[in-house]
């Protein structure tokens, strides 16, 4: 079958790979509809997920039909057409009955590497390095489910394909900074990020009752596209200070709630990028919080914090005096998917959640280099490029 495959830093090549198997009876072969690259995604381009290998299938955003089922799986059958979540859950430890489902303690099959690196090891992700796993991702026609009863879900026929793609990753994820992060009626809530993830977020917040949502970013027309779909209020911090903004729309107080949906490689205009840019080079630091802290300085005094950007290690110059003193609530994760697509799903159906519109570049999986390049160099406004199988 044909893939998208990693053959090195900011090298991707479609080719030929082997067809999936059923290796266990819990699993699954989804023919592959729609597959959409996420921001995450670039982190394996430049090198900042090193845990890759030339041949290695990439992409975790996807939904299909199902073509073959384990023996051990009961939800599911030939024809079915399903979302499946990035995240592997096998549905039994102690962190899927939470509903923790990326801290499934059952899915990575390369735990040493997190465990050494983090101090523990999550769940397993399509697509994502060795580090989660070594699971081919679903840049490909045919992707082999493990623990298919609580990594897919079925689709509801009110939803079309392209709306249901974003429920594999990008919405879930956009819902859980809003819905762990807190966010209650009347809040003002600040999403730093207008990429998919960060349009979720604050879709979510909206939904979920904040007075005012505000969305931060450097490029024009993806603040547009959030400010068209869902009416927030929006901030080129390129342009425009963001703290003097924040202060100004909250009465001198900042945002309740602010929610981080940036992640390692984040971009500023101020020598904080500069430094960064530097100690990243010379490996002195893993990531670039820059937008973790501005999330931090500007959030109120006893508001919170959520970070949804991935990060993968070290970072400098925490603002960890400003977390305590001004008594913050800082939390993060990878998505709990399972935990929140069938609701998304439902409200796809509804009409109350739009995740369309993000699918700014259809085009076929052979053109998959050439996605990857629109998307990472942010030409001819793509927002996301997503594949046809």
């Known amino acids: 079958m044909k893939a998208l495959c990693w053959e090195g830093i900011n090298d991707v090549r479609v080719q030929d790979v082997p067809d999936p198997q059923l290796l266990n009876d819990q699993d699954m072969i989804v023919k592959v509809r729609l597959s959409t690259v996420c921001g995450s995604d670039l982190h394996l381009l430049t090198g900042h997920i090193p845990f890759m290998q030339a041949g290695d299938v990439i992409g975790h955003e996807f939904m299909g ?3 073959e089922v384990g023996p051990g799986v009961t939800k599911h059958r030939p024809g079915d057409r399903v979302v499946v979540c990035s995240f592997i859950a096998c549905g039994r430890c102690y962190y899927c009955k939470n509903e923790l489902y990326s801290l499934c303690d059952n899915t990575n099959t390369n735990p040493a590497i997190t465990q050494k690196l983090w101090g523990a090891d999550p769940g397993g992700i399509f697509g994502y390095s060795h ?15 493990p623990f298919a009863d609580h990594t897919a879900i079925r689709i509801p026929e009110a939803v079309d394909d392209m709306s249901a793609v974003f429920a594999s990753d990008s919405a879930p994820t956009g819902w859980m900074g809003a819905d762990l992060g807190g966010v209650k009626p009347g809040d003002v809530v600040a999403v730093w990020g207008s990429g998919a993830v960060g ?23 993806r603040l547009r596209q959030a400010e068209l779909a869902f009416g927030v209020e929006t901030i080129n911090y390129a342009d425009t200070s963001v703290g003097e903004t924040l202060l100004e729309a909250t009465g001198g107080r900042g945002p309740d709630v602010c929610i981080e949906a940036v992640g390692c490689e984040a971009h500023s205009t101020g020598p904080q990028y500069a430094y960064d840019q530097v100690k990243s080079k010379l490996k002195l630091e893993m990531d670039r919080p820059i937008a973790v802290r501005e999330a931090i300085y500007n959030c109120r005094k006893g508001g919170s914090v959520f970070v949804l950007g991935v990060f993968t290690g070290l970072v400098d110059k925490f ?3 400003a977390m305590m003193n001004k008594g913050l609530t800082v939390r993060g994760a990878q998505q709990h998917g399972q935990r929140y697509i069938p609701m998304l799903l439902d409200r796809i159906a509804s009409g109350e959640l739009v995740t369309s519109h993000l699918a700014t570049h259809v085009m ?8 990857y390049e629109l998307f990472k160099k942010k030409e001819d406004d793509c927002l996301r490029s997503v594949f046809t199988l």
Do not use: K, N
């Open 319 to 321: 603002p960890l005096g």
């Open 65 to 67: 039909e199902v073509v």
């Open 199 to 221: 349009q979720m977020a604050a879709r979510a917040a909206q939904l979920l009752g904040a007075e005012r949502v505000i969305v931060i970013d450097r490029f024009d027309y």
């Open 364 to 371: 076929p999986l052979s053109e998959g280099a050439r996605g």
């Open 131 to 145: 580090a989660m796993g070594g699971f081919r991702g679903s840049h490909a026609e045919y992707v082999r489910v």
